[in-house]
C-alpha cells in the first residue's frame, strides 16, 4: 500500500459511493471487494456474479441515480464527501477494522488532518461535569489537538463548545445535517460554520439507537485516545472507550464521586486500567511518545490491486456450499 493520498476522481467517487451504499455491503466486504477485483466500478461488475456463485442473495446494487442524487444533495447544503485514503479523511481511521469507505463532511476539512482526542460523556451531565468537559476542550485545544465529541446534550456539547474556537469535530449517527438534539441547533451550526461535521450515513438518515455503535467507532477511531467525564455503568460513552481500547487508543478516565451514579462507570474505567485524568498535563503526558510520531507516518495508505489468485473452479464452489 502507497501511504501517499490522493484524491478520487468524479467517476472514482461515484462508484465508491454506489458500491458502500448497495445492500449487504458494510465497510469491511466493501475493501474485501475493492483488493480482490482493484477498483470499485470493477467491483460494480464482478460482485453479483460473484455472489452467485457464493451460494449467497441476489446482490442489490445502489443505481447510479441514486448515487448522483445524494452526490447533488450535498452539494446543495454545502457537504461533500471524502473517502478513505483522500488528504482530509482522518489517518487515523484507515487503520481501524472496519472504516467507513466514505464520510459526508461539512465544514473545514484540513481539521480532519490534525491530531484528534474525543472527549465524551453523560447526556444528564452535572454542572460540574459539562465546566470541566468546556475546561479540557479548551486546554486541548490551547495544545493544538482538535477535539472530537457526538454531538450530544449534556458533556458531547460541553466539550464541543469549550474546543469550538480552536476547531472541533462533531461525528453525528444520522446524516449530517439532521439536528438530532433540538437544543444543540445552534451548535450544531456553529460547528458546521467554525468546525467540522462527519458521518457515515446519507443524507436525511434519522439517528436511531443501532447508529450509535457505529458512531461511537469512529468516535474512538479517529482519535489518539478518548477522555470519558461521567459515565453510569450502562452508558453509550463506555461503549466508546471500549472501543477505544480494541483500536488501541488510550482510554483517560475523569474520577467522581461514589455517590454519584453518573461516575460509576468512568471509575470502573480507571479500576480496568484507563489513566485517571484530572487536566490535560495527564493526557499530554500519556500520549508523549505518540506525539513524537509524524502524523503522515500513522495513515495506512489505501491504494488496492486486483488479487492475483484465479478465482475457484465451480466443482470447488458447490462442495464449499454443500
Known amino acids: 500500500m502507497n501511504p501517499a493520498a490522493r484524491e478520487l476522481s468524479d467517476g472514482e467517487r461515484l462508484d465508491w459511493l454506489r458500491l458502500?451504499?448497495?445492500?449487504?455491503?458494510?465497510?469491511?466486504?466493501?475493501?474485501?471487494?475493492?483488493?480482490?477485483?482493484?477498483?470499485a466500478g470493477e467491483a460494480l461488475r464482478g460482485a453479483p456474479e460473484l455472489a452467485r456463485r457464493g451460494g449467497g442473495r441476489k446482490l442489490r446494487l445502489c443505481s447510479q441515480s441514486d448515487a448522483e442524487a445524494e452526490i447533488?444533495?450535498?452539494?446543495?447544503?454545502?457537504?461533500?464527501?471524502?473517502?478513505?485514503?483522500?488528504?482530509?479523511?482522518?489517518?487515523?481511521?484507515?487503520a481501524i477494522a472496519d472504516p467507513p469507505p466514505l464520510l459526508t463532511l461539512i465544514g473545514h476539512g484540513h481539521l480532519l488532518r490534525k491530531r484528534m482526542i474525543a472527549v465524551v460523556g453523560a447526556r444528564n451531565a452535572s454542572a460540574n461535569g459539562k465546566r470541566f468537559a468546556r475546561q479540557i476542550a479548551m486546554d486541548l485545544g490551547a495544545r493544538d489537538f482538535i477535539v472530537v465529541s457526538g454531538l450530544a446534550?449534556?458533556?458531547?456539547a460541553s466539550a464541543?463548545?469549550?474546543?469550538?474556537?480552536?476547531?472541533?469535530?462533531?461525528?453525528?449517527?444520522?446524516?449530517?445535517?439532521?439536528?438530532?438534539?433540538?437544543e444543540n441547533?445552534?451548535?450544531?451550526?456553529?460547528?458546521?460554520?467554525?468546525?467540522?461535521?462527519?458521518?457515515?450515513?446519507?443524507?436525511?438518515?434519522?439517528?436511531?439507537?443501532?447508529?450509535?455503535?457505529?458512531?461511537?467507532?469512529?468516535?474512538?477511531g479517529v482519535a489518539l485516545g478518548?477522555?470519558?467525564?461521567?459515565?453510569a455503568l450502562r452508558s453509550g460513552s463506555l461503549i466508546t472507550a471500549r472501543l477505544a481500547g480494541e483500536q488501541g487508543r488510550e482510554v483517560f478516565a475523569v474520577p467522581g464521586s461514589p455517590l454519584d451514579p453518573r461516575c460509576a462507570g468512568t471509575n470502573n474505567l480507571i479500576r480496568d486500567g484507563a489513566v485517571l485524568t484530572e487536566s490535560v498535563a495527564y493526557i499530554t503526558a500519556a500520549l508523549a511518545d505518540m506525539l513524537i510520531q509524524p502524523l503522515d507516518e500513522v495513515r495506512d495508505g489505501l491504494d488496492f490491486d486486483p488479487e492475483s489468485q484465479p478465482a475457484p473452479a465451480e466443482s470447488e464452489l458447490d462442495e464449499a456450499r454443500e
Open 20 to 39: 458502500s451504499r448497495s445492500q449487504n455491503i458494510g465497510p469491511i466486504t466493501f475493501f474485501q471487494l475493492l483488493r480482490h477485483f482493484g477498483s
Open 72 to 94: 447533488l444533495a450535498c452539494a446543495d447544503i454545502g457537504a461533500r464527501l471524502v473517502a478513505a485514503g483522500e488528504p482530509d479523511y482522518p489517518q487515523h481511521l484507515t
Open 153 to 156: 446534550k449534556g458533556i458531547d
Open 160 to 182: 464541543h463548545q469549550g474546543a469550538l474556537e480552536r476547531g472541533t469535530v462533531a461525528v453525528v449517527g444520522g446524516g449530517v445535517e439532521v439536528i438530532y438534539s433540538p
Open 185 to 220: 441547533q445552534a451548535l450544531h451550526e456553529q460547528i458546521a460554520g467554525q468546525g467540522a461535521i462527519i458521518g457515515e450515513f446519507p443524507l436525511g438518515t434519522v439517528p436511531r439507537a443501532s447508529h450509535f455503535p457505529r458512531r461511537n467507532r469512529i468516535i474512538s
Open 226 to 231: 478518548g477522555v470519558v467525564i461521567e459515565a
